[in-house]
């Protein structure tokens, strides 16, 4: 997906805030929950019932800042940090799809000896070799939304099963279309992770359940709100008997509402994905959408944190079985390939929009 404001004084010098506006066009957040640093931990062996560390310094990357996605899930990180007694800082790229900016951030944060680096990837491969020297120098590296290869990270936080976002988006449309027609894809970035894994799902509903209905188009607006809109306009103007979309990104799919809102395919071409219910409540209450589906990103922020801090208390590793505790969020299972899953998603319509706020 694809989904950032953030809060606070610089945690870092002015100077070093500087160089990394100059060096990767982006922007430089934190706040500060306590006064010093704590030394990363070295311990290979997990003790469920250690301590909690204070004093951690946990960085977030989101994939790309100014993003309401990311505001909401990194803010929810904040909150857990501050209230844990650690200090929290945002940096990131004003792209999507700036891998190097991205590649560059590690660095500096590495440099900083930040504790751990919680990060959305922009590619699957393009910041293993950053974040490998990152966990070589004792530093918790914690991938959310959007992950890079096993090797790269200690643990990924999963929004949802990759499949089951995949398939239930297309059972959505499939549903609102009456099981046959021309549809399409609006995507973020062609390299991103998350979104070309759910697509490979919803290609396999496709294949496994409805022959009557046909994928003619995967169009990428590299969550960019002009180019989504842009490219919703072209996948009309190119297949005219369009009868649905399925944009899997925050950005996308309310720049391809926006796009049928004020035209005369309103209604008639038919729209879901992933967004957030106080972006989308207008159009799901004039008729543009019908239903669409999300996690709580706040909640995904927050147990990144949780993992963070666990796994730089030593209470975890990211071995497959090991548990940790999420505060009110409850207790949670590190799954095979250090993945840990969220829970499932909520599908918002117009009898039950209204009771959301985020």
Known sequence: MSVSTRLMAAASGAAVAALLLSACS????????????????????????????????????????????FTISDTGGQKVLQGLG??????????ATDTAGQANYVNTLIQQQVNAIVVSAQDQNALCTNLKQAMSDKISVVTYDSDTNADCRNLFISQASSEALGRTE????????????QIAILSAAQTATNQNAWIGFMKDELTAKYP?????????????????????????????????????????????????????????????????PN???????????????LWDPA???????????????????????QTFKAGDM??????????????DPTVFNAANIDQYNF
Not at 171 to 179: N, P, T, V
Not at 265 to 272: H, Q, S, W
Not at 301 to 316: F, H, P, T
């Open 279 to 293: 972006q989308l409540r207008k159009y799901v209450k004039d008729g543009t959408i019908t239903a669409f589906e």
């Open 330 to 343: 409850g207790q949670y299972t590190v799954g095979a390939s250090g993945v840990v899953t969220l829970g």
């Open 170 to 181: 297309v059972d959505q449309l499939a549903g609102q279309i009456g099981g046959s027609g």
């Open 26 to 69: 982006g922007t430089t957040k934190s706040s500060n929950a306590a006064a010093n640093s704590a030394a990363p931990s070295g311990s290979a062996n997990a003790n469920a019932n250690a301590a909690s560390k204070t004093g951690l310094t946990v960085a977030y990357l989101p994939k790309q800042v100014n993003n309401p996605y």
């Open 86 to 95: 650690e200090t929290y800082k945002e940096v990131g790229t004003t792209s």
């Open 212 to 276: 009557n209905i046909q994928l003619v188009k995967i169009a990428y607006g590299n969550d960019d709100a002009q180019t989504s809109y842009q490219q919703t306009q072209g996948l009309l103007q190119s297949y005219p008997n369009l009868k649905g979309i399925i944009s899997p990104t925050t950005v996308g799919i309310l720049a391809a509402a926006q796009y049928l809102d004020g035209s005369s395919y309103k209604g008639k071409v038919k729209l879901t994905g992933l967004g957030t």
């Open 299 to 321: 909640k995904l922020g927050a147990l990144a944190a949780y993992a963070a801090v666990a796994l730089q208390s030593g209470q975890i590793t990211g071995a497959q079985g």
